[in-house]
């Protein structure tokens, strides 16, 4: 089998998922408690043994570098490598990476030692893939570009790329979130192609582009190099299918697209089921992450039910429900946490230092006594006082305060924020 290369595209500025983007690249967001959104399709490749892993960075980059450096390292006698290819400014071009196609083509350079076949991923996906049977289809065949895609409802279709094909799975016609409706009743798929492809219709009608593609490299190459067109999904995917030979995967597993607030924290509630339609629970495909050596959470006079807790937490006399709580939360005596997403802290605070935060009137590192926390995502390192109440009392959908903003009806609080004794939102 020939080898592959995967390329793995950071992400823009982020601005569905604001304010957890605020300080981070959307790949670096925290998810499921202690893991990263870049865990995912990295530890996906692991699996299939791709070993040859290149990621275009832009936007707000520290986080996500300082988390790829701690975590993905191969010894010296691997020829396998993480590499970080960040925007830059070069003789040749002064611009920023203008969509995910110009990301690649800026970067050609780089790839000549790449694998015969690269496959490109997205950084904010969910989901677990076999990348070894994409390849192997996408060699049966002798595909040019080979697109990941998944069966969705008719409801959904506007929100994709959806295309058409042959009972040969090659790809005839592809639209980019189609907003007419005539448009989208003529990419429905039939029955019958369900059938032969052995899926089980499930009532959905179309299928739709994950954004996932392996590309021959030389067709790539040529691809961006004959066009200056800036993004694969609406403008080279499209063109290819006059000029290249372009067949569909189909892929039938979980996959969700962590591309808004609601659609983040859905994925997480999702989580908290007993038997969740994601399950991080594999111990042959594990998600990796950073090491972090740290000791197991002390949970007491606790009530907690249907919720994930991280390791290294201190959680004293608290009731816990439908939530999911990271690494080294603190939540103190009397609070109320229902159906919230607490990311934890990245350091610990002293007993002296809570002491003298409290002499101050300042809030200390994490959840203070007597709060009410629902709805809600608190991001790294925020200082919750005593007797605050997150629960929306306004019903609001869209909201921006000092400390705070409310994304689809759900409280968000940033990272680092500091709320004061008493607050209510």
């Known amino acids: 089998m020939n080898g592959l290369t995967a390329i793995i595209l950071g992400g823009g500025r982020g601005t569905r998922l604001y304010p957890l983007t ?42 996500l570098h300082r988390h ?18 960040a925007a830059q400014q070069t003789s040749e071009t002064q611009d920023w990476y203008q ?51 998944k069966p969705i409802h008719a409801h959904e279709a506007s929100q994709f790329g959806i295309l058409k094909m042959n009972g040969e799975s090659k790809i005839t016609d592809f639209h980019e979130k189609p907003q007419d409706q005539n448009i989208l009743n003529q990419y429905q798929i039939p029955n019958e192609l369900f059938e032969h492809f052995k899926i089980e219709q ?29 993004d694969f999904g609406k403008q080279i995917i499209p063109d ?32 908290t089921q007993p038997v969740p339609r994601f399950n991080f629970y594999d111990e042959y495909q594990p998600f990796y992450s950073n090491p972090r050596y740290l000791p197991a959470t002390k949970i007491y006079n606790c009530q907690i039910n249907q919720s994930l807790i991280a ?28 159906r919230s997403i607490i990311m934890g802290n990245t350091y610990y605070e ?30 790294l390192n925020a200082h919750i006082g005593n007797n605050v109440q997150l629960i929306n009392k306004d019903n609001k959908q869209e909201a921006e305060g000092e400390h ?20 209510i939102i």
């Not at 677990?128 to 990941?148: C, E, G, P, W």
């Not at 739709?208 to 691809?223: P, Q, T």
């Open 22 to 63: 605020r300080l981070r690249a959307k790949p670096a967001v925290p998810i499921a408690g202690k893991f990263r959104l870049i865990d995912i399709p990295i530890s996906n490749c692991l699996h299939a043994n791709v070993r040859k892993i290149f990621i275009l960075t832009q936007f707000n980059t520290e986080s």
């Open 68 to 85: 790829i450096h701690n975590t993905y390292r191969f010894d010296a006698f691997s020829s396998g490598f993480v590499r970080i290819l």
């Open 99 to 149: 969509g995910t196609a110009d990301a690649v083509r800026k970067n050609l350079q780089y790839f000549g030692h790449a694998d015969d076949h690269i496959i490109v991923l997205s950084g904010d996906h969910l989901y677990r893939m076999n990348y070894l049977q994409f390849f192997q289809h996408h060699l049966d065949m002798d595909s040019d570009v080979t697109i990941a895609v």
């Open 202 to 230: 499930k009532e959905r009608t179309h299928v739709a582009s994950m954004g996932i593609y392996i590309f021959r490299k030389d067709a790539l190459i040529e691809l961006l190099e004959s066009s200056d067109k800036e």
């Open 240 to 271: 290819s299918l006059n000029q290249k030979k372009v067949y569909a995967y189909l892929f039938d597993g979980y996959w969700e697209d962590i591309g808004t607030m609601r659609s983040f924290f859905n994925a997480h509630m999702e989580l």
């Open 311 to 338: 390791e290294g937490g201190i959680l004293l006399g608290s009731i816990i429900e439908d939530s999911v709580v990271g690494i080294r939360s603190y939540i103190n005596a009397g609070t109320f946490v229902q």
């Open 350 to 379: 002293t007993i002296e230092e809570r002491s003298t935060r409290r002499e101050q009137t300042d809030a200390s590192l994490g959840i203070g006594n007597n709060c009410i926390i629902r709805d809600s995502i608190i991001d």
């Open 404 to 423: 705070y903003s409310i994304r689809d009806g759900i409280i968000v609080i940033p990272k680092g924020a500091v709320i004061p004794d008493n607050t």
